[in-house]
């Protein structure tokens, strides 16, 4: 059964990088049948999404995000990354990695526990 | 594509159907997926599709719609289903989630 672990910092300072790593198990990172995204829930408040990339590594962003996030993958190491830079209190959120089904509306199937990531000096 | 979800949180009993909406202000076709959320976890994947049940999850859940107008359903609340729902389309970029229904005991 697929699994996804987020790992990085719990604390990032006002206008420094956010970075996180997911490690996928269980399953293959280069499957042509998936995608690997990411998405954020702000404490008490609702879902989401920050971006996604295939095992090729074309990408998709949320451009509510403008330029400041960027998604990777390392098929060798069975990780894909998540970098936010100029982050500010408002980035403060449980950060979730999750596996999307490719195809036309494809859907995210399966999730990590998710990191709680806190911007604050 | 924004969705709105209602109510934004309701009371029920355990037994009793429930039915929470989500409308998109764009047709999505069936692009569309329900999410279960309970507090201090991920959320996990109901239904996708629109109508299809994900592997595992109990026939109580149901989906359907089409276009802009969306419909999750659970046939009998049981006392594990007390948690936040969220619908989510994924015909468009960028892949947006309802705003979530909490769903709490009566």
């Known amino acids: 059964q697929l699994h996804l672990q987020e790992s990085g910092p719990g604390l990032v300072k006002p206008s420094e990088t956010l970075s996180l790593i997911c490690t996928v198990s269980?399953?293959?990172?280069?499957?042509?049948?998936?995608?690997w995204g990411w998405i954020r829930q702000p404490p008490g408040k609702g879902l989401e999404w920050i971006g996604t990339v295939n095992y090729g590594g074309a990408t998709y962003y949320n451009r509510s995000l403008g330029s400041r996030v960027t998604i990777s993958i390392d098929t060798s190491k069975i990780q894909f990354s998540l970098k936010l830079t100029s982050v500010t209190a408002a980035d403060t959120a449980i950060y979730y990695c999750a596996r999307r089904m490719t195809g036309p509306g494809g859907w995210f199937d399966s999730w990590g526990r998710g990191i709680l990531v806190t911007v604050s000096s | 594509i924004q969705l709105t979800q209602s109510p934004s949180s309701l009371s029920a009993s355990v037994g009793d159907r429930v039915t929470i909406t989500c409308r998109a202000s764009?047709?999505?076709?069936?692009?569309l997926a329900w999410y279960q959320q309970k507090p201090g976890q991920a959320p996990k994947l109901l239904i996708y599709a629109a109508s299809t049940l994900q592997s595992g999850v109990p026939s109580r859940f149901s989906g359907s719609g089409s276009g802009t107008d969306f419909t999750l359903t659970i046939s009998s609340l049981q006392a594990e289903d007390f948690a936040t729902y969220y619908c989510?389309?994924?015909?468009?970029?960028?892949?947006?989630f309802g705003g979530g229904t909490k769903v709490e005991i009566k």
């Open positions: 764009q047709g999505t076709n069936t692009y």
């Open positions: 989510q389309q994924l015909g468009s970029y960028p892949l947006t």
């Open positions: 269980g399953g293959s990172i280069t499957s042509n049948t998936s995608f």
